[in-house]
Nanobody, 114 residues
Framework: QVHVVESGGGLVQPGGSLRLYCVASGSIFSTAAMGWYRQAPGKQRELVALITSDGFTNYADSVKGRFTISRVNAKNTVYLQMNSLKPEDTAVYYC????????WGQGTQVTVSS
């Protein structure tokens, strides 16, 4: 059984930074792609960033140059460093593990507001 747990969300002012954390249990982490998604009120869930098991990354156009996804397999952890945050980045951020079925965490709220 795989469990995915996100943390690190909170309230931040525009222009500020946050770092999100995602820890996944299980031995398949190192061979899985990991993704960060977000869902704002009234909108569909969207991909923010993805990192493959080999370390290749992909970003939504809206976050390129501001967000960085990384992983440490020895810690079963993936990170999302978010800089230059904007109010439109406000959403619940979800982490998922993609290896056969997709496993989702419960989400962490990020609010960007002055």
């Amino acid at each position: 059984q795989v469990h995915v747990v996100e943390s690190g969300g909170g309230l931040v002012q525009p222009g500020g930074s946050l770092r999100l954390y995602c820890v996944a249990s299980g031995s398949i982490f190192s061979t899985a792609a990991m993704g960060w998604y977000r869902q704002a009120p009234g909108k569909q869930r969207e991909l923010v960033a993805l990192i493959t098991s080999d370390g290749f990354t992909n970003y939504a156009d809206s976050v390129k140059g501001r967000f960085t996804i990384s992983r440490v397999n020895a810690k079963n952890t993936v990170y999302l460093q978010m800089n230059s945050l904007k109010p439109e980045d406000t959403a619940v951020y979800y982490c998922n593990l993609q290896r056969g079925p997709w496993y989702w965490g419960q989400g962490t709220q990020v609010t960007v507001s002055s």
